[in-house]
T-cell receptor
Framework: SQTIHQWPATLVQPVGSPLSLECTVE??????LYWYRQAAGRGLQLLFY??????ISSEVPQNLSASRPQDRQFILSSKKLLLSDSGFYLC?????????????FGPGTRLLVL | GENVEQHPSTLSVQEGDSAVIKCTYS??????FPWYKQELGKRPQLIID?????GEKKDQRIAVTLNKTAKHFSLHITETQPEDSAVYFC??????????????FGSGTQLTVLP
């Protein structure tokens, strides 16, 4: 069966520090991968998605970036964190092909920027 | 782009009553509508979804209805239980020429089931 992992689970970082969040998927190959951010008490905002190694699309301009160095690894990064980057970061993978795709979320990383 | 509106933002019901959450979408090209349940501090979990070629889908106490003409869809929970208390999100996805399947989410409904 397929599983999705994220780490770290929680992170407290000072403003201006770098960031690296990792997401990995097991039990499938060539999945579509997605990064979402959820601010406290808010909905989910799609940040990036990837359909393959090295292929990244950005939905919202910001100081974050994403990379996909391996088929089942998706990384979210920042060179300098802002206070507004605080939130719950969720990675998701798409199971199925085309219109049949269903997205499943990882456990998330809670980020607090101070 | 797609815009999804969700109402109400909060909903309280007595245990055993029904709960209905409604969403509207803007892009008539949308063809897939999932619902997620998120308990406090946890990840969103898919509970039910519907595609545009179907008007209604039911899974035990949960059902979703879709009105393509009016561009709205609803989640119905019957015989609510305290463990149904959570935030519920609707989402919409439009047909895409690429292989990625971006979802646009509603703002969420905090459902509280009172014992």
């Amino acid at each position: 069966s397929q599983t999705i992992h994220q780490w770290p689970a929680t992170l407290v970082q000072p403003v201006g520090s770098p960031l690296s969040l990792e997401c990995t998927v097991e039990g499938t190959s060539n999945p579509n991968l997605y990064w979402y951010r959820q601010a406290a008490g808010r909905g989910l905002q799609l940040l990036f998605y990837s359909v393959g190694i090295g292929q990244i699309s950005s939905e919202v301009p910001q100081n974050l970036s994403a990379s996909r160095p391996q088929d089942r690894q998706f990384i979210l990064s920042s060179k300098k964190l802002l206070l507004s980057d605080s939130g719950f970061y969720l990675c998701a993978w798409g199971r199925g092909q085309g219109v049949a795709e269903t997205q499943y979320f990882g456990p998330g990383t809670r980020l607090l920027v101070l | 782009g797609e815009n999804v509106e969700q109402h109400p933002s909060t909903l309280s019901v007595q245990e055993g009553d029904s709960a209905v959450i409604k969403c509207t979408y803007s892009d008539s090209a949308s063809n897939y509508f999932p619902w997620y349940k998120q308990e406090l501090g946890k990840r969103p979990q898919l509970i039910i979804d519907i595609r545009s070629n179907v008007g209604e889908k039911k899974d035990q106490r949960i059902a979703v209805t879709l009105n393509k003409t009016a561009k709205h869809f609803s989640l119905h929970i019957t015989e609510t239980q305290p463990e149904d208390s959570a935030v519920y999100f609707c989402a919409a996805r439009k047909r895409s020429s690429g292989s990625a399947r971006q979802l646009t989410f509603g703002s969420g409904t905090q459902l509280t089931v009172l014992p």
